[in-house]
């Protein structure tokens, strides 16, 4: 996943990230292009600004809507983010850490993500356990299957 241009916008990255992963915006369309049309698609500035980054999960789950997805929240534990995370894509979001990533899936025995901001508090491209705990409570968005 190619860097956040600014700050505040790792939900447009990761919900883009998802988007063209699963084949939904075109994987040759310039990232930081289709980071704006998903970002104004998502509701700038009511959804997204650069004051509070993403306002709400609604946003996200509602721009999946928009290509026509079903997707559910909900606050998990590392043990059913790795259970969701192993079946499916979506995007996490750690309340203490505030920063959203994409599901990549799982490597090994850690959780492995697409990361906009890589080395953000120590996270690269994989969260671990003890990593995971330290940066809740985690919020995912998954695609149902």
């Known amino acids: 996943m190619p860097g956040q241009a600014y700050d505040w916008t790792c939900s447009v990255c990761s919900t883009t990230w998802v988007l063209q992963s699963i084949g939904l915006i075109g994987r040759d369309y310039d990232a930081y292009s289709a980071r704006y049309d998903v970002g104004t698609q998502m509701g700038y500035p009511n959804c997204v600004n650069e004051v509070y980054g993403c306002m709400s999960s609604q946003c996200v ?85």
């Open 61 to 145: 789950i509602d721009q999946f809507a928009r290509y026509g997805l079903q997707a559910k929240q909900a606050w998990v534990s590392f043990d059913q983010a790795f259970a969701i995370c192993s079946n499916t894509t979506g995007v996490l979001n750690g309340q203490s850490w505030y920063h959203f990533v994409g599901i990549r899936g799982t490597n090994g025995s850690n959780l492995w993500v697409a990361n906009s901001a890589p080395g953000y508090r120590g996270v690269w491209d994989t969260l671990d356990r003890g990593t995971f705990n330290s940066l809740g409570p985690f919020q995912i968005i998954y695609l149902v299957p």
